[in-house]
């Protein structure tokens, strides 16, 4: 509570069809909880969807909702104006493409509401051209394609970003973050930790921490110069290091490169490179309509062909078929 005046904000959560439900959840649970603890509701919220229907999560489980596309834009000029507009969104967002609700984030915008996006949230703010020159956060797995077909955008992989009314974040638990984070700036840190006691939360994670789990943790990889090199060549997927010059940044020799990674990776470095530079192929393959061509050059390769014949070694399918594949799913 601010100024000694109670507050209230007004939120609508728009559903995206194959939403996260946990997204969902862990961005909802917050105001309710906090509305109990503060004593008054100082956060109400409505579901919304474009035809007023209730909307599939990517779990199968169905949302009833209040309120239609065309209803908010009616109360869009009168008292029952949100103060803040949440697009929860999940799998196969790169193919959304309803204009008029890109219209009507615009206009929410432009009247002073403030936006927000959960997952991929982030994908519609961004086709809706609201994310120019604006901080955003994104899951990391759709972090590549988002990259390649919104360049204007400041996209990090970070648990949540703000930026001048925009709020998104990865998804999963970092939606909870997020809320945290947006109570925090309504009221004050006792309430959020009070929160955070109600819901089992031992600590608000900053928004700058890290989306996966640490390379030891995930690879289950112990030699720290291992995890450095693999740190390198992750960071250089576009224009990848030579061996050579990888040697030279870890202070090892090339024989001794190749001993570690025999011994701790299973296989060469040359190939683990090329698996990493080939999994965010397949990324940008399902996550964008990049073609091929531009693909292969975005993941280091100095040939369409090239890269065809290695992708299709390691995942015994072309990358024509892999995009293929992603359309059948998407419009199952």
């Not at 939403?19 to 919304?48: D, I, Q, S």
Request: net charge positive; hydrophobic share 40%.
């Amino acid at each position: 509570m601010r100024d000694n005046k109670p507050l209230k904000r007004s939120l609508v959560f728009f559903l995206v069809p194959d939403f996260t439900m946990v997204a969902f959840a862990t961005a909802l649970e917050p105001l309710r909880a906090a509305n109990r603890l503060a004593g008054y509701t100082a956060y109400e919220w409505r579901l919304a969807s474009v035809d007023g229907q209730s909307v599939r999560s990517s779990s199968g489980v169905e949302i009833s909702v209040q309120t239609s596309l065309a209803e908010e834009r009616q109360k869009m000029m009168g008292q029952e104006r949100p103060t803040m507009v949440i697009v929860c969104s999940g799998l196969g967002i790169e193919d959304y493409a309803e204009k008029s609700v890109f219209a009507w984030l615009r206009e929410e915008y432009n009247r002073g509401v403030a936006l927000g996006g959960l997952c991929t949230g982030a994908y519609v703010l961004a086709a809706a051209g609201l994310l120019a020159n604006k901080r955003c956060a994104i899951h990391w797995e759709n972090l590549p394609g988002f990259a390649e077909r919104f360049p204007k955008a400041n996209v990090f992989a970070d648990l949540f970003e703000t930026d001048t009314n925009i709020y998104t974040c990865a998804g999963g638990t970092a939606a909870m973050d997020m809320m945290f984070r947006l109570i925090g700036e309504d009221f004050d840190e006792n309430l959020v930790n009070r929160v955070c006691e109600q819901m089992l939360t031992d600590r608000v994670r900053n928004p700058s921490d890290r989306q996966r789990l640490p390379l030891r943790a995930r690879l289950g990889v112990q030699n720290s110069k291992v995890l450095t090199i693999i740190e390198l060549m992750e960071a250089n997927l576009s224009e990848p290091l030579s061996l050579v010059e990888i040697a030279g940044a870890v202070g090892l020799s090339r024989r001794q490169i190749e001993r570690l990674f025999r011994q701790e990776m299973g296989r060469s470095p040359a190939r683990y490179y090329l698996e990493l530079r080939l999994d965010r192929a397949r990324h940008l393959l399902v996550q964008s309509t990049m073609p091929v061509v531009e693909v292969a050059v975005a993941c280091g390769f100095v040939s369409a062909s090239h890269f065809s014949k290695c992708y299709r070694e390691l995942y015994a399918r072309s990358p024509q078929q892999e995009r293929a594949n992603r359309k059948q799913l998407a419009a199952a």
